[in-house]
């Protein structure tokens, strides 16, 4: 079928609502894609959004089955198990965001840097962000596109080999600008300066950039004294104010940031958003997160990038684990052989009850238990549970959205072994890439 045929079918299917036009648009070149949203009035593009995402909805349902029977194999465990098709479902959706906005897309990799999944991610991204030297390797020598690092302070010893793998590195403070800016820009790396926002409203004070005190970003007072002096050696300005937020928290820093800092913009080549977008949730509005880069890259005339972590690869990674016993005090406790301490530390540290497949919360269903790791640490709990049976010694128990800071974070607390990881593709073939030992654990130590 020729290009135009497909472009007239896909407007049909817009209009008609039909879920298969989600599946032929993203099938499209980009120059396709392209002629298809210039067709499409404002209606059909809130009607292809919305096709967008249940067809996604639907992949995601369906792969809770795919886990469950792949539970009752023979998979060895704790494992990691990550689903390529469901990271470039997400993928899907981040370019899909690109195609409306022409904005730049990078992977935060402190969230996931799982590289045997690059291959996938990489066709629809533009980059990764990167937190420090490790991290800007790791980009630029398995995403192999553009690495843009921030660090909250650089040490002497690491910057050269920082600017020599990255494209962008945004400075915190205008004394390391003035440190590093001009090595940076000798090598022909861009410069950006993080600012902070003004306003966030993330809940946990820990997870917050703008919290009082914070050290991440200059603040407004110090940068309407100092900018002036740095302009022609900055880039764009970067500002992080999310976690796991919806675009009507963005619209509200927008508003903040560009109170504070809008006449400082033009003449600059970026403006970075910042991570913490939920982009690939059911429930996150795209239409308005679209209007909003639109309306901002028309207002400044710049390029706007998002720092997407969590997104990436949300709903996309479970962790596999085997029943090792059940115990009895005042209820049941099934010690798994994974751990929340060592193996999901987030569950701890948030903290956070991680949903398990079949299971509902405490009460709800017949036989309650509470899930727990094998460690020595009395707290490693990752929470407690309702089933529609008993859980047996043996049984395996699926966690769901393992994927996004759990590989990242894991530790060898007790001299446990980190769990496999392995990633399915081909139609829900599993392809272990990585399994764990002591030696592992020895070179960790010294």
Same mark, same amino acid.
């Given at each position: 079928?020729?290009?135009?045929?497909?472009?007239?079918?896909?407007?049909?299917?817009?209009?008609?609502?039909?879920?298969?036009?989600?599946?032929?648009?993203?099938?499209?070149?980009?120059?396709?894609?392209?002629?298809?949203?210039?067709?499409?009035?404002?209606?059909?593009?809130?009607?292809?959004?919305?096709?967008?995402?249940?067809?996604?909805?639907?992949?995601?349902?369906?792969?809770?089955?795919?886990?469950?029977?792949?539970?009752?194999?023979?998979?060895?465990?704790?494992?990691?198990?990550?689903?390529?098709?469901?990271?470039?479902?997400?993928?899907?959706?981040?370019?899909?965001?690109?195609?409306?906005?022409?904005?730049?897309? $990078?992977?935060?990799?402190?969230?996931?840097?799982?590289?045997?999944?690059?291959?996938?991610?990489?066709?629809?991204?533009?980059?990764?962000?990167?937190?420090?030297?490790?991290?800007?390797?790791?980009?630029?020598?398995?995403?192999?596109?553009?690495?843009?690092?921030?660090?909250?302070?650089?040490?002497?010893?690491?910057?050269?080999?920082?600017?020599?793998?990255?494209?962008?590195?945004?400075?915190?403070?205008?004394?390391?600008?003035?440190?590093?800016?001009?090595?940076?820009?000798?090598?022909?790396?861009?410069?950006?300066?993080?600012?902070?926002?003004?306003?966030?409203?993330?809940?946990?004070e820990m997870y917050n950039p703008c919290a009082p005190n914070s050290r991440l970003g200059v603040v407004y007072d110090v940068f309407k004294e100092e900018f002036q002096a740095h302009r022609k050696i900055t880039d764009g300005l970067h500002f992080h104010a999310m976690c796991e937020q919806n675009s009507d928290v963005l619209e509200r820093v927008l508003r903040s940031f560009e109170k504070l800092y809008g006449q400082?913009?033009?003449? $600059?080549?970026?403006?970075?958003?910042?991570?913490?977008?939920?982009?690939?949730?059911?429930?996150?509005?795209?239409?308005?997160?679209?209007?909003?880069?639109?309306?901002?890259?028309?207002?400044?005339?710049?390029?706007?990038?998002?720092?997407?972590?969590?997104?990436?690869?949300?709903?996309?990674?479970?962790?596999?684990?085997?029943?090792?016993?059940?115990?009895?005090?005042?209820?049941?406790?099934?010690?798994?052989?994974?751990?929340?301490?060592?193996?999901?530390?987030?569950?701890?540290?948030?903290?956070?009850?991680?949903?398990?497949?079949?299971?509902?919360?405490?009460?709800?269903?017949?036989?309650?238990?509470?899930?727990?790791?094998?460690?020595?640490?009395?707290?490693?709990?990752?929470?407690?549970?309702?089933?529609?049976?008993?859980?047996?010694?043996?049984?395996?128990?699926?966690?769901?959205?393992?994927?996004?800071?759990?590989?990242?974070?894991?530790?060898?607390?007790?001299?446990?072994?980190?769990?496999?990881?392995?990633?399915?593709?081909?139609?829900?073939?599993?392809?272990?890439?990585?399994?764990?030992?002591?030696?592992?654990?020895?070179?960790?130590?010294?």
């Amino acid at each position: 079928m020729s290009t135009g045929k497909q472009i007239e079918e896909m407007i049909r299917a817009v209009a008609a609502k039909d879920i298969r036009a989600a599946g032929g648009y993203h099938a499209l070149s980009g120059g396709a894609r392209k002629k298809v949203l210039e067709a499409l009035d404002k209606n059909g593009l809130k009607a292809l959004t919305q096709l967008i995402k249940e067809s996604k909805r639907k992949s995601f349902k369906a792969a809770d089955k795919r886990f469950l029977d792949i539970a009752k194999g023979d998979v060895a465990t704790p494992v990691y198990l990550l689903d390529e098709t469901l990271i470039e479902e997400n993928m899907r959706i981040m370019r899909y965001v690109k195609d409306r906005t022409g904005c730049r897309v $990078l992977h935060a990799l402190k969230a996931y840097a799982s590289f045997a999944t690059f291959p996938v991610m990489r066709r629809y991204l533009d980059g990764v962000c990167a937190s420090g030297l490790n991290e800007a390797r790791l980009g630029r020598e398995e995403f192999k596109k553009e690495v843009h690092t921030f660090a909250a302070a650089y040490s002497e010893k690491e910057i050269g080999q920082i600017l020599r793998h990255s494209d962008v590195v945004i400075f915190n403070s205008f004394h390391q600008l003035r440190q590093y800016g001009p090595p940076a820009r000798a090598r022909g790396v861009e410069i950006g300066l993080r600012v902070n926002p003004g306003h966030s409203e993330v809940a946990a004070e820990m997870y917050n950039p703008c919290a009082p005190n914070s050290r991440l970003g200059v603040v407004y007072d110090v940068f309407k004294e100092e900018f002036q002096a740095h302009r022609k050696i900055t880039d764009g300005l970067h500002f992080h104010a999310m976690c796991e937020q919806n675009s009507d928290v963005l619209e509200r820093v927008l508003r903040s940031f560009e109170k504070l800092y809008g006449q400082y913009i033009r003449g $600059l080549k970026w403006v970075n958003f910042g991570g913490g977008h939920h982009i690939t949730r059911d429930d996150y509005d795209l239409e308005r997160l679209i209007r909003l880069i639109n309306a901002f890259k028309k207002r400044y005339g710049v390029q706007v990038y998002l720092e997407p972590g969590e997104a990436s690869v949300l709903n996309a990674g479970v962790l596999v684990s085997t029943v090792l016993d059940v115990v009895k005090n005042k209820m049941e406790i099934a010690i798994m052989d994974a751990s929340a301490e060592a193996h999901m530390p987030d569950v701890l540290i948030m903290p956070y009850r991680p949903h398990v497949l079949g299971s509902s919360q405490a009460g709800r269903k017949r036989y309650a238990y509470r899930l727990a790791g094998p460690s020595c640490l009395a707290g490693d709990v990752m929470g407690d549970y309702s089933f529609d049976r008993p859980l047996k010694r043996g049984d395996r128990l699926v966690f769901a959205d393992m994927a996004l800071y759990s590989i990242v974070k894991n530790t060898t607390f007790n001299g446990m072994n980190l769990p496999d990881i392995a990633v399915m593709r081909d139609g829900g073939r599993i392809y272990p890439v990585k399994r764990f030992g002591y030696r592992d654990y020895r070179n960790r130590q010294s």
